[in-house]
């Protein structure tokens, strides 16, 4: 698995989020990155989807749940 630089799913992102008309559209932006970088990549990258203007960060389904508890304490926003 390959992930993709932050720069440029970053910039992706802001656009979108920059094209919202609505306070009510949700963007949640999935993470894939634990797999491939570990889990502190992962959370940081969470963030700054957060930084960037997204709703939520949401975790890969298969993450495992004891590393819920730091998700949750790591990330500036709840997860999906």
């Not at 970053?10 to 949640?28: E, G, M, N, T």
């Not at 797999?35 to 389904?61: C, D, H, M």
């Amino acid at each position: 698995m390959e992930i993709g630089a932050n720069e440029d799913w970053i910039a992706k992102l802001r656009a979108a989020c920059a094209a919202r008309r609505s306070a009510d559209f949700v963007i949640i932006v999935r993470t894939d990155s634990r797999a491939v970088a570990g889990f502190a990549e992962a959370v940081a990258r969470a963030n700054a989807t957060l930084e960037a203007g997204a709703t939520s960060p949401s975790w890969k389904r298969r993450s495992p749940w004891r590393k819920w508890p730091q998700c949750r304490r790591w990330c500036a926003a709840p997860a999906c």
